[in-house]
């Protein structure tokens, strides 16, 4: 079964970190790009961070741009999410998804396998 599955979650005060893990069960993320994507509630996903297939490139939002951090472990099969000073509206669910072409794109209908997501929860 071709799968993302996502962890690291949690709740957590503002200004605090957090590190999500998008992991690939099934197939190699090897040549394609993975994005990050978040859902709040009552808002639009958006999408929020995304790696070319080979590292060298990555996008962010301008919402978290300068807070979080995207990178890749090929020998691990996994990418990650660093978020640094975290707050509230960052809240929401945190899923991942790949892209075939291996280069990132805004558009969310141009990915994908999908991941069930992490709750973040920012909140004192």
């Known amino acids: 079964q071709l799968q993302l599955v996502e962890s690291g979650g949690g709740l957590v005060q503002p200004g605090g970190s957090l590190r999500l893990s998008c992991l690939a069960s099934g197939f190699s993320l090897g040549y394609r790009a993975i994005g990050w994507f978040r859902q709040a509630p009552g808002k639009e996903r958006e999408g929020i961070s995304c790696i070319t297939w080979h590292g060298r490139i990555a996008s962010y939002a301008d919402s978290v741009k300068d807070r979080f951090t995207i990178s890749r472990d090929s020998a691990k099969n996994t990418v990650y999410l660093q978020l640094n000073n975290l707050q509230v509206q960052d809240t929401g669910v945190y899923y991942c998804?790949?892209?075939?072409?291996?280069?990132?794109?805004?558009?969310?209908?141009?990915?994908?396998?999908r991941g069930q997501g992490t709750q973040v929860t920012v909140s004192s």
């Open positions: 998804a790949e892209r075939e072409v291996g280069t990132c794109s805004s558009e969310s209908v141009t990915y994908g396998i």
